[in-house]
């Protein structure tokens, strides 16, 4: 079991082989959570995060692309707006 040193600002350093198997990046965000006399280091996933490696995930099943999204999108717009308009013209 590794062992680390609490240094000046209470900063420690998580080893390299527990940071890899992790997958834990330099700006990553842990939460500590505190259990009687133990701390216990949590990777933290950000909803943001979350989502966006769900939707990239998807996007690459379907093979899509940002500009297939985006051209999508605008087409939806402009199906929508006419939608309205003839609406209201009616």
Known sequence: MPVVKMRE???LTIPY???KELGLG?????????????????????????????????????????DNLLKNLREQ?????RETHAKTKA
Request: hydrophobic share 35%; proline share 2%.
């Open 9 to 11: 600002r209470g900063q």
């Open 17 to 19: 082989e527990y940071r």
């Open 26 to 66: 330099k700006e990553d965000v842990l939460n500590i959570i505190k259990i009687g006399d133990v701390l216990i280091l949590v990777p933290k996933q950000l909803a943001g995060d979350i989502i966006s490696r769900k939707m990239e995930s998807a996007m690459r099943k379907k093979d899509l692309t940002l």
């Open 77 to 81: 717009r402009k199906r929508y707006s």
